[in-house]
């Protein structure tokens, strides 16, 4: 079977989807969650790790945490701008303070920072607080 690689957000398994189904509500096979669910989703190490490396649809991570107010100022554009990317990208955070370990493996100086994986690598960063246009404009 053809098709774009997605990682499950909730349970880490490796899917598939026609290329033409993504903006279709796609499922995780083995749990059932939403593979392109329209919103900001909060995410832990191993399951980034892996949908970083694996999926064929753009991830962009918000690297975020809970005491930086620029953080908090975003963290509601990031999720209008989920919504408006949903057949396109998938929108993640992660939460530095939780996962401290991010900062050292993606030389992270300063946050909110985001970052666009595509096809297992690092394709695009971008660190400051955005708006939702904004967001939209630099995924593309």
Sequence with gaps: MTGKKLTCLDCGQTNRVPEDRLNAGPKCGTCGTALMPGKAIEVDWTTLQKA???????????????WCGPCRMMGPEFSKAADTLKSRARLVKLNTQDFPQSGQTYGIRGIPTMIRFEQGREDARQSGAMRAEQIVNWVG
């Design 52 to 66: 970083a490396r694996t999926d064929d649809v753009p991830l962009i991570v918000d690297f975020w945490a809970p």
